[in-house]
């Protein structure tokens, strides 16, 4: 069994930073890949960042390449997202995912709202 919570969301003005955290618990968590999704508002809910285990590989959207950074702490069980340069249009709920064999795990989401 595996529980995610996020945090770091918040308000922050276009062009600024944010960090994201996703602090799991279960002690599989370090075995297995995790992504970070968002959902915009009146949007699908879209693949944001992946981290392999060990944490060397990473992939992003398209739409982040070179603002988001994605890594994990396995000592901490945590992944974080960096988020810098931010755009009105990465406002949207951030959810944090990991899956193990046929079961998916979900955080509750955390806000990020970019408006000046």
């Known amino acids: 069994q595996v529980q995610l919570v996020e945090s770091g969301g918040g308000l922050v003005q276009p062009g600024g930073s944010l960090r994201l955290s996703c602090a799991a618990s279960?002690?599989?968590?370090?075995?297995?890949?995790v992504n970070w999704y968002r959902q915009g508002p009146r949007k699908e809910r879209e693949l944001v960042a992946t981290?392999?285990?060990?944490?060397?590989?990473?992939d992003y959207a398209d739409s982040v390449k070179g603002r988001f950074t994605i890594s994990r702490d396995n000592a901490k069980n945590t992944v974080y997202l960096q988020m810098n340069s931010l755009k009105p249009e990465d406002t949207a709920v951030y959810y944090c995912?990991?899956?193990?064999?046929?079961?998916?795990?979900w955080g509750q989401g955390t806000q990020v709202t970019v408006s000046s």
């Open positions: 995912n990991a899956n193990f064999r046929d079961l998916s795990y």
């Open positions: 279960g002690s599989i968590f370090n075995l297995l890949p």
């Open positions: 981290i392999t285990i060990g944490g060397r590989q990473t």
